[in-house]
């Protein structure tokens, strides 16, 4: 990319109901994102999922398919052989992605939330 030329950045609202962070994203990475990271994109998939899970649990399929799982499992219960864990703890930790990371801006200045490109934020209302 040349140095003077500026990139142009969209602005856009994250999906997730406990979130609706703004962010922004420029044109080469566009691709529709919903969601301010994979974190909340995550969590609002997993809520779509028990929503769909409890919805099929309440119908008559759901029940049967649910009845015939706790059978499987209590004849497996029988049969359980179980073992002793190593008793080892290994400490661990979790980067956040580049996507969840601050990215420091002074005033006026947007980033794109994916590739960190600085540049100029697009008008949707402008004549």
């Known amino acids: 990319m040349a140095t003077g030329e500026q ?10 109901e406990w979130c609706g962070a703004v962010f922004y994203v ?4 566009d691709r529709g994102q919903r969601y301010c990271s994979e974190r909340c994109r995550e969590k609002s ?13 309440r119908s008559d399929e759901g ?3 649910h009845r015939d799982r706790q059978r499987e499992y209590r004849l497996r ?11 080892v703890e290994v400490a661990s930790f979790t980067l956040r992605p580049l996507s969840e990371r601050p990215i ?12 960190g ?3 100029t ?4 209302f402008a004549g």
């Open 45 to 57: 998939r997993r809520e779509q999922r028990r929503a769909a899970n409890r919805r099929h649990q």
């Open 26 to 29: 420029c044109r080469s990475c």
């Open 121 to 124: 934020l697009i008008d949707p």
């Open 77 to 87: 219960l029988v049969r359980r052989v179980t073992d002793h864990g190593s008793g």
């Open 104 to 115: 420091e801006a002074k005033a006026g200045e947007v980033f794109c939330r994916l590739c």
């Open 7 to 16: 990139v142009l950045l969209r602005q856009r609202q994250c999906c997730g």
């Open 63 to 65: 029940r049967l398919d």
């Open 117 to 119: 490109r600085r540049g």
